[in-house]
C-alpha cells in the first residue's frame, strides 16, 4: 500500500514540479520583439505629463517599450536591497540617492550627450551628496527654487508690500491680521511640509546650511553642546523665528490640515502666504487657475543682503548598475534630455531647466526668485541634508506643535552623533 | 528495516510503535511548508541576523561592524520610545479588543431578533483592508469630528486627535480594535456556542441570575478562548505596521511610531544593518514573550 502510494505521490510531484518549471520559464519570453525598460517616476504633479510623454516615446520607435513605474521613492530603496531595481530612474535628488551614489550602485553617465549638455555651475549642487570616483552617477533635470508663494490679490487689497526684513514681515503679517486675515496657511497633518517649508526657509534664511554641514559632519561622534557646530547651538535661535511665525500668525486648524487640504484653500483665498514650493502652484490653479500668484524669499533677518531662496535638484536621471537594459535606458535617456522635452518639463513644473541651452523665461509667479537664483542667493534645506534614517520631518513637526526645541535639538545632536558612531 | 520493526514489534516498545506507524505520506505533507517556510521566513532571517553585525546600508559594499549595531541601539531614545509605545499600546487594544468581543458574544449567541444579520454586520470590518480603514478614519478624525466639535460648540473637539501627540495613540487604538474586535468574536462565538445548554438549565434551577450564570459559568467556559484571543491579539498588535502608517505616520512628531515602523524605516532610508539588530533584539523579545505566554497557560486543557 505505502510503495503503491509513493510511487504514486512521486510521479504526481513529478508532475506538478515540471508544471510549476513550465511556468517559470514561460515568464521569460516575452510576446514581443520589444526591450522593456522599467523607468521610475513618482513626482505626483507631473504624472500626467510623464505618462503622455512616455506613450509619445513608446509610439516613436519599435526598440524599447518603456513602463512608467510610479510606485514611490521609498518601493524604489526596497528593490535596490533586493537587488531588482528600476532600469532608469528621474527621482528626487537628496540624501536617499546620495546612498546609492557614494556606494556606487548607478552607473557612470559621463559619455552620454545629455551629460555635455548640463550646466557645470550646478555640480556643487549635485556634489554635496557625495559622488563615486570616476563617475557621473546622476545628472540634474529639474532644479526647483522655493520660497513663500503669496497672494497678489489679498496683499494688493489690504496695501501690503513684499518685506524685505523680519521687522516687515511681522508688520505684513499684523496689518493681515488686524484686516481679519490668516496671514500663513498651515498644514502641518503632513510632516514633509513642516520640514521643507516652516523649517527650511527658517533656518535657511539665517543659516549657512552648508557650511553648517560640513562642519557637522567633521565633528561626527562628538557633536554636541562643545562641537563647532550642533543643533542646539546653531538651530534655536532661527527656530525661535519660526515659533514666532507658527505660534501667532496660521489658521486655527493647521494641526489637522494636510497638503491637499492646504492647496485648496490658499486657492480660495482662505490665507495671504503659503510657505510651498513651486510644485504646489499646478495645484492650486486647478481650483483656481487665474489667481495671481507670486514668491518672495522669507525675510528672517533684519538685513534685506540675507535674502535667499531654497533650490533642490528637485529631479535628477540615474541608471542604476544592476540595470539589465542600460543601453536602452541611456537611449531613452537622450530623449528625455532634447531640448524641447526637457524645457517642457520644467515649464509646466515650473522648475529651472539645467542644461546650458536651455531658454530662460520665467513665468510670472516665479519671477520673484529668478533674482537670487541668477546671482547665487540660494541655500539647501537642512530638512535634506540630515540622513532620512534621523526621523528630522517628525521632529520639526513636533516643534510646531508645541515640543521643547532645547530638548528637541538635544535629540537630533545625539542621533547624529550616534549614526556617525555606526556607520 | 522491515525485520528490525517486526522484531521490537514483538517487544511492543511505545517508540518503536509510533516509528513504524509513521506513513511517508505525513512527510511528504510537511515537504511543502517546510520549503516554503525556510526558504521565505529563516534563510532570509538568518540573512539578516548577519548583516546586523555589519555596517551594509542594504546595498554595495560593507564591512564587519562586530557589535557596533547593538551598542547604539540601547542608547537610542527613538528606539525604546518604539518599544514603550508599541508594548502600552498592544496592552491596551488586547483589553479592549477582548472585553467588546466578549460582550457582543454574549449578545449575539442569546435569543435575539435577526441574530445573523447583526452577526455579519459586526464581521464586515474584518474584511476591510487595514490601510484603507484607516485612511477612512485618518478622514473622519481630520475632518468629520472637528466639524461636528465646531458645530456643536465643543472646543477640544475641534482639532484633530490625531495632531495631538499625547491622545493620537487613542485614535490608534480605536481604529485598530473596530478591525480586531470580529476576529475575536467570531472565536467567543464559537465557543459560547460549544457550551453544553444544560449547565444553564441546572443554574436557572438552582436559582441563579443571569448575571450569575455569565460570571459563574460562561466566563469560565470559555476561558480558554480568552487565552486564544488573547495570545493572537498581542502577537497581531506587536507587529502593528498599516493602520498607523494611514493615521498618523509615526506623529505626530514621533509619538506613535511603532517598532515595526522603526524597522521598515533603516530599510528604506539606509540603516538596514542598524534596524535588522532591532529586528533581531524583536525577534528575541518576542520569543521571550512567547514563551512566558506558553509556560503561563501550560495545562489548560483547551489549549
Not at chain 1, 541655500?379 to 513636533?398: C, D, E, F, K
Not at chain 2, 532570509?44 to 564591512?63: A, C, H, K, Y
Not at chain 2, 445573523?116 to 485618518?138: D, E, K
Request: hydrophobic content about 45%; some cysteine.
Amino acid at each position: 500500500m505505502s510503495l503503491k502510494l509513493t510511487r504514486t505521490l512521486r510521479t504526481a510531484a513529478l508532475g506538478l514540479c515540471l508544471a510549476l518549471l513550465a511556468g517559470l520559464l514561460s515568464g521569460c519570453t516575452g510576446d514581443s520583439g520589444k526591450e522593456t525598460i522599467r523607468f521610475t517616476f513618482s513626482k505626483r504633479e507631473a504624472i500626467g505629463f510623464m505618462t503622455k510623454l512616455v506613450a509619445d516615446y513608446n509610439a516613436s520607435q519599435d526598440n524599447t517599450e518603456v513602463i512608467l513605474d510610479t510606485s514611490g521613492v521609498d518601493v524604489v530603496s526596497a528593490s535596490f536591497v533586493r537587488g531588482n531595481p528600476p532600469d532608469i530612474a528621474l527621482a528626487n535628488y537628496n540624501m536617499e540617492t546620495a546612498r546609492f551614489v557614494q556606494r556606487g550602485a548607478l552607473s557612470d553617465l559621463s559619455g552620454t550627450q545629455a551629460a555635455t549638455r548640463v550646466r557645470k555651475d550646478l555640480q556643487p549642487l549635485m556634489d554635496q551628496y557625495g559622488s563615486y570616483p570616476g563617475r557621473t552617477s546622476a545628472l540634474p533635470y529639474s532644479v526647483m527654487a522655493s520660497s513663500v508663494i503669496y497672494n497678489k490679490e489679498i496683499f494688493a487689497a489690504h496695501g501690503i508690500e513684499v518685506p524685505r526684513t523680519w521687522s516687515e514681515l511681522l508688520a505684513a503679517c499684523d496689518a493681515l491680521k488686524a484686516a481679519g486675515v490668516t496671514p500663513f496657511y498651515a498644514t502641518w497633518k503632513d510632516d514633509w511640509t513642516v520640514a521643507q517649508g516652516w523649517f527650511d526657509y527658517s533656518v535657511g534664511g539665517q543659516l549657512d546650511t552648508l557650511d553648517f554641514f560640513e562642519k557637522l559632519a567633521d565633528a561626527g561622534t562628538d557633536v554636541g553642546p562643545d562641537s563647532p557646530a550642533s543643533f542646539q547651538k546653531d538651530f534655536e535661535q532661527p527656530v525661535e523665528k519660526m515659533l514666532k511665525l507658527a505660534g501667532s500668525y496660521v489658521n486655527k486648524d493647521a494641526a489637522s490640515r494636510g497638503y491637499g487640504d492646504g492647496n485648496l484653500a490658499f486657492s480660495q483665498g482662505k490665507a495671504a502666504m503659503y510657505l510651498q514650493g513651486p510644485w504646489a502652484f499646478s495645484e492650486i490653479a486647478k481650483t483656481a487657475p487665474d489667481l495671481q500668484l507670486g514668491t518672495f524669499p522669507l525675510p528672517m533677518t533684519e538685513n534685506p543682503e540675507d535674502l535667499r531662496v531654497r533650490v533642490n535638484v528637485d529631479l535628477a536621471a540615474w541608471i542604476p548598475e544592476e540595470s539589465k537594459h542600460k543601453e536602452a535606458a541611456r537611449d531613452f535617456l537622450e530623449y528625455l534630455y532634447q531640448p524641447e522635452i526637457i524645457e517642457a518639463y520644467n515649464k509646466s513644473q515650473l522648475g529651472f531647466t539645467p542644461t546650458i541651452d536651455a531658454d530662460a523665461a520665467p513665468d510670472p509667479r516665479i519671477e520673484g526668485m529668478v533674482e537670487y537664483y541668477d546671482k547665487g542667493s540660494v541655500y539647501q534645506g537642512p530638512s535634506v541634508l540630515v540622513p532620512r534614517t534621523i526621523p528630522i520631518m517628525n521632529y520639526t513637526q513636533a516643534l510646531v506643535l508645541g515640543a521643547d526645541p532645547a530638548a528637541m535639538f538635544r535629540t537630533l545632536d545625539a542621533d547624529w552623533a550616534r549614526l556617525a558612531f555606526r556607520q | 528495516m522491515s525485520t528490525t520493526t517486526a522484531t521490537r514489534r514483538g517487544q511492543g516498545r511505545p517508540e518503536s510503535r509510533s516509528r513504524r506507524r509513521v506513513e511517508p505520506i505525513f512527510y511528504f505533507f510537511l515537504l511543502p511548508s517546510l520549503v516554503l517556510f525556510t526558504l521565505a521566513i529563516t534563510v532570509p532571517g538568518l540573512v539578516g541576523i548577519f548583516f546586523s553585525f555589519t555596517d551594509s546600508i542594504g546595498i554595495g559594499d560593507w564591512e564587519f561592524a562586530g557589535l557596533t549595531n547593538y551598542i547604539a541601539i540601547f542608547s537610542d531614545p527613538a528606539i525604546l520610545q518604539s518599544y514603550l509605545f508599541t508594548f502600552g499600546f498592544s496592552i491596551v487594544t488586547v483589553l479592549v479588543v477582548n472585553v467588546i468581543a466578549f460582550l457582543l458574544a454574549v449578545g449575539l449567541t442569546s435569543q435575539i431578533r435577526m441574530k445573523t444579520a447583526l452577526r455579519t454586520i459586526f464581521v464586515i470590518p474584518m474584511v476591510v483592508s487595514g490601510i484603507i480603514i484607516a485612511y477612512v478614519f485618518n478622514f473622519l478624525f481630520s475632518n468629520s469630528l472637528p466639524s461636528a466639535g465646531a458645530a456643536a460648540g465643543i472646543s477640544w473637539l475641534e482639532t484633530s486627535l490625531l495632531a495631538n501627540p499625547d491622545l493620537a495613540w487613542i485614535a490608534i487604538v480605536v481604529v485598530t480594535a473596530w478591525q480586531a474586535v470580529p476576529g475575536a468574536l467570531l472565536i467567543y462565538i464559537a465557543g459560547l456556542v460549544s457550551i453544553p445548554g444544560d449547565v444553564y438549565e441546572a443554574a436557572e434551577i438552582d436559582g441563579a441570575s443571569k448575571f450569575q450564570q455569565l460570571l459563574k459559568i460562561t466566563a469560565p467556559l470559555v476561558a480558554g478562548y480568552v487565552v486564544i484571543n488573547i495570545i493572537l491579539g498581542f502577537k497581531g498588535f506587536l507587529n502593528a505596521y498599516d493602520i498607523i502608517v494611514g493615521l498618523t505616520n509615526g506623529g505626530p512628531g514621533t509619538s506613535t511610531r511603532s517598532i515595526a515602523m522603526t524597522v521598515i524605516a533603516g530599510f528604506n532610508g539606509g540603516d538596514y544593518a542598524y534596524q535588522m539588530a532591532n529586528a533581531t533584539i524583536f525577534f528575541v523579545v518576542a520569543v521571550l514573550i512567547s514563551l512566558l505566554q506558553l509556560s503561563l497557560t501550560r495545562g489548560r486543557n483547551t489549549l
